[in-house]
């Protein structure tokens, strides 16, 4: 069964410039998140979507990010303009439907690596 | 703020040694604490620990939870250099109806032959 794939790997871009991110779930897993690492410090959580709609966007930095998963399978997050602050690892994770009082492991893609120079 | 604290933030050691990772954490309605290793690429799950006290195994990974000092520690005996990686501890915390998890710096542990 395939992992979570996101595509780039690696992006270089210029400051101004929009760029736009893909994750791809594993089949079948409506909950879909979006993290990402900045240089030194941890993993923060960005958005959370269930199936498509946005359950919880409160990591969101600002409105220059726009996640989105349009018939609820693979997902998108863009940003527009960037800027340097927003290099970092940007990671995906997809998980089952939540089974009440269980937990549903969150599986990662490899992440993108997004440089602002 | 939820907040999740490890230590050491980085460790190298010989090969056969054995290693204790340290996670505190301040989570607002804590559900349970989470251990990740994250090689190149993306994290995989180790273990997810929700009882105090009670040890969970894995091969030579062992974890163990303290719920009313807040803490967990990963412990790897016998370390091989393909436990070289960086772990990450998280807080899964439950806000209304989903699970939100918060992520700790990560300890990058790295091991010499």
């Known amino acids: 069964e395939a992992g979570v794939t996101q595509f780039p790997s690696h992006s270089v871009i210029e400051k101004g410039q929009t760029v736009t991110l893909r994750c791809d779930p594993i089949s079948g897993h409506d909950n879909l998140y979006w993290y990402r690492r900045v240089m030194g410090k941890e993993i923060k959580f960005l958005l959370h979507f269930v199936k498509e709609s946005k359950q919880d966007e409160s990591g969101m930095p600002n409105n220059r990010f726009l996640a989105e998963r349009t018939g609820g399978t693979y997902s998108t997050l863009k940003v527009q303009p960037a800027e340097l602050e927003d290099s970092g690892v940007y990671f995906c994770a997809s998980s089952q439907e939540k089974q009440r009082g269980g937990y549903n492991e969150q599986f990662f893609g490899p992440g993108t690596r997004l440089t602002v120079l | ?113």
């Open chain 2, 1 to 113: 703020e939820d907040k999740v604290v490890q230590s050491p933030l980085s460790l190298v050691v010989h090969e056969g040694d054995t290693v204790t990772l340290n996670c505190s954490y301040e989570v607002t309605n804590f559900r349970s604490l989470l251990w990740y290793k994250q090689e190149k690429k993306a994290p995989t799950f180790l273990f997810m620990l929700t009882s105090s006290g009670i040890e969970k195994k894995s091969g030579r990974l062992s974890s163990i939870l303290d719920k009313k000092e807040l803490f967990s520690i990963l412990n790897i005996t016998a370390t091989q250099t393909g436990d070289s990686a960086v772990y990450l501890c998280a807080g899964r915390r439950l806000k209304t109806s989903y699970d939100k998890v918060i992520f700790g710096p990560g300890t990058s542990l790295s091991v010499i032959p």
